[in-house]
């Protein structure tokens, strides 16, 4: 059985890299924001305030909710979310941070619109958080409105331009889109801030994997096979057990093989596709 090889969420960081995520990537330049993000009809109202001038400051969760933001990143998300809950209650419930972090206890759980709802609201009460504008163009990626994730990115991206991850999502928006030359360019971007951020210690190689296989795809819908062949050949070399992608570029790095008339090499690759989509699928001891 082929492997699905169509969106499907970003892979989450390693445990070395947990502490990156949602902001925590890398995110040196804070020039001043004003840009009005238009709100998308599927997470409901009309318009965005602008987003003002930030600082490194205004971008971090607050101790305790840090804590909460870390129980769910860590596989915990429903006790996460029952206190982020009571955390909004007792503030009001117009908290922007604490909104973010109730829409990332949805995230982690790849409840996507929920997640917008609550990301929705955190821009709105705390627009200076960038961080919320990164997960909230991820979801409405995954959701499949493209042009929603596009407009949250670039408010992102306006003020974090070498953020390696949000760099990832807008060249997976663009190569959706078709704006291959655009795509091109943030994937090619983000992998240079993402091999940095590794290098650095940071972040994962999922990440770079990620990249790489996208890039793949963008050389292949150009009939540049061999140059597809040689992106999917490093994600797969640089490709960590557990990756969810793993069945993804086998499948089509065995593909690529076959239509370079390297039959042998592709074939075995579609069986190790077979083997590692069977594996992905199988329950683990820990499920219910």
């Given at each position: 059985?082929?492997?699905?090889?169509?969106?499907?969420?970003?892979?989450?960081?390693?445990?070395?890299?947990?502490?990156r995520q949602a902001g925590s990537h890398p995110s040196a330049l804070l020039l001043a924001l004003a840009v009005a993000l238009t709100l998308p009809?599927?997470?409901?109202?009309a318009a965005s305030p602008a987003a003002p001038v930030v600082d490194a400051a205004a971008d971090q969760l607050p101790p305790v909710l840090q804590r909460v933001y870390e129980q769910a990143l860590?596989?915990?998300?429903?006790?996460?979310?029952?206190?982020?809950?009571?955390?909004?209650?007792?503030?009001?419930?117009?908290?922007?941070?604490?909104?973010?972090?109730?829409g990332f206890t949805y995230e982690v759980e790849e409840?996507?619109?929920?997640?917008?709802?609550n990301y929705r609201r955190a821009a709105r009460f705390a627009p200076d958080f960038l961080r919320t504008f990164r997960h909230l163009g991820s979801c409405h990626y995954y959701l499949g409105d493209l042009t929603a994730a596009h407009e949250a990115l670039s408010t992102y991206l306006a003020a974090r331009p070498d953020d390696g991850e949000a760099l990832?999502?807008?060249?997976?928006?663009?190569l959706d889109q078709g704006r291959l030359d655009d795509a091109r360019r943030r994937l090619?971007?983000?992998?240079?801030?993402?091999?940095?951020?590794?290098?650095?210690?940071?972040?994962?190689?999922?990440?770079?994997?990620?990249?790489?296989?996208?890039?793949?795809?963008?050389?292949?819908?150009?009939?540049?096979v061999d140059a597809a062949v040689s992106h999917y050949e490093e994600a797969l070399s640089m490709a960590a057990d557990g990756w969810r992608r793993l069945s993804e570029v086998q499948y089509k790095l065995g593909h690529a093989y076959i239509r370079l008339d390297r039959?042998?090499?592709?074939r075995t690759l579609l069986r190790a596709a077979e083997e590692s989509t069977i594996d992905e699928t199988a329950p683990k001891s820990s499920d219910p």
């Open positions: 059985m082929a492997p699905m090889i169509g969106r499907s969420p970003m892979p989450r960081p390693s445990t070395a890299g947990r502490a009809a599927a997470c409901g109202e860590f596989g915990e998300a429903v006790p996460a979310r029952k206190t982020a809950r009571n955390l909004l209650k007792r503030r009001g419930g117009e908290d922007g941070r604490a909104e973010f972090v109730l409840h996507y619109e929920a997640a917008c709802q990832l999502l807008m060249g997976l928006v663009g090619e971007a983000a992998l240079t801030a993402l091999r940095a951020d590794r290098a650095a210690g940071r972040g994962s190689p999922h990440q770079i994997s990620r990249g790489l296989l996208a890039l793949g795809d963008l050389h292949l819908r150009l009939d540049a039959h042998e090499q592709g």
